[in-house]
């Protein structure tokens, strides 16, 4: 498996376009984006759990419950949440696309970003759409990420590339993160393409098996988002026989959708709001794979620890406390923890007690913008990682007025 | 029921002390605090939910088990927590201070918050026992109230008067907040002293089903501590016929203990790392009682909507967001959502939907330093509260480096 260029147009026949059409008041920023498959793909998602859902989401449920699609389109600016004409607009921006590039609205993914609650006008799609679908290129990835970002502040892109019974098969993705990323549930946009050969159900059955150790395992602010999904698409040009069960193949394609999503997940919580340092936290020892979970994503979305790695504080007690309280039943007599960045590795625990530990040198290893938080509960061989940031004063001051 | 003066030396027979011994670094700041009974009195308790505890729970535990105790002890500045020597130190400070006021080591109530996993040193503790006794006076409140304080910028205090069976009775308390306040738990240190009798059994049962609704539903930053408990010491002094029972005298008695830890929860909430406002979000309508304070403590712990508070920013799309994701079942389509202050009110939301309304009547309400957050379900009788606060600048200073 290889890393590649290309993002979501890595894969055959795939292009894409991002354009600013007016949606947001930066007239610097593009707020409209297209990916497009020459070929009606297999299509699967994954969907925010929050009860308040964008109408977006509504209207994408319908369309690819025949488990087909052909294009995505992605506006940023305005959630399309809690209006009182949300799905008229959604299914609006799908027919118009539809009509656009001749395919069938229904077949046609749609999603928003962005404020809740604000009339959503579909005069800037409407007049941004043919201009959108004329710009398609291959080399349109970027264009599209860029489309999609709210208060991100760097394009998350991959792709690999990887072989299926001796053909070339591609998998490529574009994500938008930031804060209300929260475990539980799809809470970013992802949108993930490749020319695989797969059918609707065994796509789905690898995408909601991928993301239950992948995007719920991110959190940047414990919120839990309303519009956020997980789509993936894929259209079979790489000519492998079609992925139909479970076997060499399936996973074959299982793990280059996991080294898509393991690296978004890292990029999204790198790119948390404010955030200064990525945050990963992996649980071993325990006694199943539902307490090193549950471990982990407690330990990354505690705020006080977060804050305490914004300060480079090797205040482990903080990781002992949010263990304690995570709800798994563990035996805080057993706990190890120790910090790890590329400036080395210190044990700051040993047996849920103070051991005597260099403050300097982990003061080092704190200074430093990807830190690991290991954490071996010595009960088990069960193993999990979550992934988050931290605690800044710029998440304070983004999101203490983030609407004007 | 009228407030009165003298916080835990309001009831008879009640003193208090606050002195500093040496533990904490700062030199202006008292770190030892004492209350005491002339008489033993009955005793009640709930702790923290976390399952690293704090030694002197273990200590605390026993000593009440039998309902009685005479006087609580608590130390700031060491949380004597995930220390070999945790528990002998606890059982140590009970037993040095019986000695010295001469009544039994089992009758001391043991508490003690700060850093945890450091070495917590007996010696500045058993130096300052005599001066912290021999100071003990019917004015000493505010001097244990400073005497327990951590990163809380005032001081928490109240008292009320009030009649049961024609005799006046006094119940008053102290309180230390600020971070890691999470409902679910008696997450912090609150001391609550009267002078009615009441058996410890009902003594008991009063504050496990007060505190349901009181500092259960107080949150300030989502992380639940290791060390927190809520005392109750009742000596009887006032001379009330013994309360055995529920009915009308213990009815009394159980509004006039609301009534103290309500204010005192409003105090902590207001208190929180960094805060600027005390925010209260008030649930009804709902279809039960779970459901309303599911929904209220959602909200109040949204650090996306805490942040926007902080801003003054009506962005009531994260108060349907944390409704959404909160678990609780709830019809989105019928909730109004309404900002007040002592500016006045304004509705934001209807029927989960956006409404037209005045930005500047919004920032104006906004401004205030007390916000209630207003959520009606529209779907039964049912109501809660709970209690935060804004989630600012100075949370993520102090918390980013607490320990140096």
Redesign the interface.
């Known amino acids: 498996m290889k890393i590649i260029e290309g993002g979501v147009c890595a894969a055959k026949g795939f292009t894409a376009n991002g354009i600013r059409c007016g949606i947001r008041k930066n007239k610097d920023k593009r707020d409209l984006s297209l990916i497009f498959s020459e070929a009606v793909g297999s299509c699967a998602a994954v969907y925010t759990?929050?009860?308040?859902?964008g109408a977006p989401i509504a209207v994408t449920k319908q369309h690819i419950s025949d488990g087909r699609a052909q294009a995505i389109i992605c506006n940023s600016g305005n959630?399309n949440?809690?209006?009182?004409n949300g799905e008229a607009v959604a299914t609006e921006m799908a027919e118009l696309l539809g009509k656009e590039l001749n395919i069938k609205a229904e077949d046609v993914v749609v999603a928003s970003t962005g404020?809740?609650?604000?009339?959503m006008d579909i005069t800037p799609i409407a007049n941004g759409i043919p201009e959108l679908s004329k710009g398609l290129t291959a080399d349109g990835s970027d264009l599209a990420s860029e489309g999609i970002m709210t208060t991100d502040t760097v394009k998350k892109s991959i792709a690999v590339e990887f072989e299926i019974g001796g053909k070339i098969c591609r998998i490529g993705g574009i994500a938008k993160g930031s804060?209300?990323i929260?475990p539980n549930?799809a809470t970013m946009l992802v949108f993930i393409t490749s020319d695989v050969a797969i059918e609707p159900s065994m796509l789905q059955k690898a995408l909601s098996s991928d993301i239950a150790d992948t995007f719920n395992m991110v959190s940047i602010?414990?919120?839990?988002?309303?519009n956020d999904m997980v789509v993936v698409l894929a259209n079979g040009m790489a000519g492998n026989e079609t992925i139909t069960e479970e076997g060499e193949d399936y996973a074959t394609f299982m793990k280059a959708l996991n080294t898509i999503t393991v690296h978004l997940c890292r990029m999204i919580a790198a790119d948390g709001e404010g955030a200064t340092k990525l945050l990963e936290c992996r649980t071993f020892g325990a006694s199943d794979k539902e307490t090193a979970k549950t471990v982990a994503k407690s330990v990354i979305?505690?705020?006080?620890l977060k804050?305490?790695m914004?300060?480079a504080?090797a205040?482990?007690?903080?990781v002992?406390?949010?263990?304690?309280?995570s709800g798994a039943d563990?035996d805080?007599e057993k706990i190890d923890v120790d910090f790890e960045s590329k400036a080395g590795k210190i044990n700051v625990?040993k047996d849920?007690?103070?051991v005597d530990f260099s403050e300097e040198k982990a003061k080092e290893i704190l200074l430093e913008d990807e830190i690991n938080i290991l954490i071996d509960l010595k009960s088990g061989t069960s193993e999990a990682t979550a992934w988050g940031c931290d605690?800044?004063?710029d998440?304070?001051?983004?999101?203490?007025?983030?609407?004007?």
């Open positions: 759990t929050n009860l308040v859902k959630a949440t809690c209006n009182p404020v809740i609650g604000q009339p804060g209300m929260h549930m602010d414990g919120d839990t988002s309303t979305c505690s705020s006080l804050a305490a914004f300060g504080d205040n482990w007690g903080r002992l406390c949010a263990i304690g309280y563990v805080v625990c849920g007690r103070a605690l800044t004063y998440y304070v001051k983004i999101n203490g007025d983030y609407r004007t």
